[in-house]
């Protein structure tokens, strides 16, 4: 089967890093997306990972462990602007994309 | 370019009615899908097309239909709508995933959505 389990909310302080986990278990695994989603607007793409590592961009890097089924997507110097959803979302072997329930970031000042 | 434009933005359907979603992109993208999003949840694919005149059923098709007579339009059709069906629809475009020669080729681009109410 396929599912991505992701936090449901998570509460940062503006200037502070944060970091959201993401597991997953997919039939065929051709890579895994992080997308930001401002509420009542549509997602937008943040980065892409199909090798195990780290890539950065930015204030943000996403890190990938294909044997652990593991991800995460770390946010640096957080600002108010960066309170949004994140989406773990796989791609399986026929380029279908699963997309995770997201994870809610609240920033405080 | 202006992406991927939807239209409506809101819609509000009494139960049994029918209604178009529009999508339209300007990417020259042979990809294209329709998504639908509930509160607190993940996005589901409806529908998804790999090239015009290709169209096929993704997580979710129960109550909708689709066409791809051209590369640019993808409407969805929602045919005796029942209060299941209100949700956020999201219509998105990407490259052929082979065509991918840079990590930002993987990106779906998304359209602002329609937030669709049925009573």
């Known amino acids: 089967g396929q599912n991505i389990d992701q936090p449901t909310e998570m509460t940062a302080t503006e200037g502070a890093i944060v970091q959201i986990n993401c597991t997953y278990q997919t039939s065929g695994f051709n890579g895994l997306f992080w997308y930001q989603q401002h509420a009542g607007e549509a997602p937008t793409f943040l980065s892409y990972n199909v090798l195990d590592g780290l890539e950065e961009k930015g204030r943000f890097s996403s890190f990938l462990s294909r044997s652990k089924g593991y991800s995460y997507l770390l946010l640096k110097e957080l600002q108010m602007k960066d309170s949004a959803s994140y989406l773990c979302?796989?791609?399986?072997?026929?380029?279908?994309?699963?997309w995770g329930a997201g994870t809610k970031l609240i920033i405080k000042p | 370019n202006a992406g991927v434009t939807q239209t409506p933005k809101f819609r509000i359907l009494k139960i049994g009615q029918s209604m178009t979603l529009q999508c339209t992109q300007d990417?020259?993208?042979?990809?294209m899908y329709w998504y639908r999003q509930d509160p607190g949840m993940g996005l589901k694919l409806i529908y998804y097309?790999?090239?015009?005149?290709?169209?096929d059923k993704g997580e979710v098709p129960n109550g909708y239909n689709v066409s791809r007579s051209t590369t640019e339009d993808f409407p969805l059709r929602l045919e005796l709508a029942a209060p299941s069906q209100t949700s956020v629809y999201f219509c998105?475009?990407?490259?052929?995933?082979?065509?991918?020669?840079?990590?930002?080729?993987?990106?779906?681009?998304f359209g602002p959505g329609t937030r669709l109410t049925v009573l």
């Open positions: 979302v796989t791609e399986d072997s026929n380029y279908q994309l699963i």
């Open positions: 990417m020259n993208h042979n990809y």
């Open positions: 998105a475009s990407s490259y052929h995933p082979r065509r991918r020669t840079h990590s930002r080729d993987n990106e779906q681009f």
């Open positions: 097309s790999v090239g015009a005149g290709i169209t």
